[in-house]
């Protein structure tokens, strides 16, 4: 009988299913559901800089003194702060499989060093969730991937549990930008993040946000790249993201490289028993195919297979439409 147990940045996980970071991960009660239906880990609900700068602006005065300012910012921010450290511990007193936490952050400084607080309150591993818009015409891109290298050096100063380190697909090169994260100590690498985005009611014409889940179909460029990075490095961690709502697509996932991956939009769109099922189908399929462990049949069709490294890249593209009729 196949069995789902594998290791992920030195964490035993009883499945490769990750719930990632989302409003489900906050509520301690889904949770304890997501553990019954057989998760591998739960990376609890970000912390975002901007939730806490706005909820400290939106307490302060026009008019007042300094002293006032820096008071209710400090004030706002150890409260959001202490509330996150009390949900570790809860997840950490209530749960058998690892608690990760969440950072979500758009620039290096002093408060990222409550990491070390949420390492103290029990967290067995850290993911950065970081997303720098780069909207200067005067910035290098290499000025804008620093800055991603800086907030980890920091975070990686202030905790000695590992940092998975989440981040979006525009990059100019990716292999290269992850193989520098990798050197300047992640210990996993997150594909991809999903941001806000904008749209436009031509109606109303008033701006607004777009919807916020993924689609199954997004999984392709997730694919790709999860093939192409664990490829290149078959001992890079990876915890590819985005359109993960399937037992099938874990499978593709896991045979492209993958160490563990993450479900997130499926959780809202099924409800937590999707883990169930997702655990249920990829147990099947290795019971079918003869494989006994997750390892047996992890990246054997990455790009390091040459036979499959062309399907990875651009020109497979001109190859199939070549041989349509």
Same mark, same amino acid.
């Given at each position: ?5 594998t ?6 996980l ?6 990632g970071?989302c ?15 057989g998760?591998g ?6 912390v ?10 939106s307490h ?8 006032e300012?820096?008071?209710?910012r400090?004030?706002?921010?150890a ?6 450290? #009390?949900?570790?511990? !809860?997840?950490?007193?209530?749960l058998?499989? %690892? =608690? ?5 952050c *758009? /620039? ?8 070390r607080?949420?390492?103290?309150a029990?967290?067995d591993?850290?993911?950065?969730n ?8 005067f910035?290098e ?18 905790v000695?549990?590992?940092v998975?380190v ?5 990059f ?7 193989s ?6 992640a ?11 904008p #749209?436009?009611?031509? !109606? ?6 777009? %919807? =916020?889940?993924?689609s199954?179909?997004? *999984? /392709?460029?997730?694919l790709?790249w ?9 001992k ?6 985005t359109?993960?709502h ?8 896991l ?14 769109e099924?409800?937590?028993?999707a883990?169930?099922?997702m ?8 019971d ?6 997750v ?13 499959h ?15 349509r009729?």
């Amino acid at each position: 009988m196949a069995n789902l147990k594998t290791r992920f940045i030195g964490l035993e996980l009883q499945s490769p299913i990750i719930a990632g970071s989302c409003g489900l991960t906050a509520d301690i009660k889904k949770l304890e559901e997501m553990e019954a239906n057989g998760v591998g880990a739960v990376i609890l609900k970000s912390v975002f800089e901007e939730q806490i700068n706005a909820e400290s602006s939106s307490h302060i005065s026009e008019s007042g003194y300094p002293e006032e300012t820096d008071y209710i910012r400090n004030y706002v921010r150890a409260n959001t702060i202490q509330k996150y450290i #009390d949900l570790v511990k !809860e997840a950490k007193s209530r749960l058998s499989i %690892p =608690v990760i936490g969440s950072i979500n952050c *758009l /620039r290096d400084g002093e408060w990222l060093s409550f990491a070390r607080e949420l390492e103290q309150a029990g967290a067995d591993a850290l993911e950065l969730n970081a997303f720098i818009l780069p909207t200067d015409e005067f910035t290098e891109s290499a000025e804008i991937e620093q800055l991603y290298f800086n907030l980890l050096k920091h975070v990686k100063t202030e905790v000695k549990i590992p940092v998975i380190v989440k981040i979006g697909r525009y990059f100019t090169n990716l292999p290269a930008f992850v193989s520098k994260l990798k050197a300047y100590g992640a210990d996993a690498v997150t594909i991809f993040n999903r941001f806000y985005e904008p #749209d436009i009611d031509i !109606e109303t014409m008033q701006m607004g946000a777009a %919807p =916020v889940f993924s689609s199954e179909a997004e *999984l /392709r460029t997730t694919l790709r790249w999860t093939g192409i990075l664990c490829g290149k490095d078959p001992k890079l961690a990876l915890c590819p993201s985005t359109g993960v709502h399937s037992g099938a697509s874990a499978v593709k996932l896991l045979l492209a490289g993958a160490g563990a991956v993450q479900v997130c939009s499926v959780l809202y769109e099924k409800g937590v028993e999707a883990i169930r099922d997702m655990n249920a189908f990829v147990s099947g399929w290795m019971d079918k195919k003869g494989f006994r462990s997750v390892e047996d049949f992890r990246g054997t069709l990455s790009y390091a297979d040459a036979a499959h490294a062309d399907r990875y890249e651009r020109a497979q593209f001109m190859k199939y439409f070549s041989d349509r009729k």
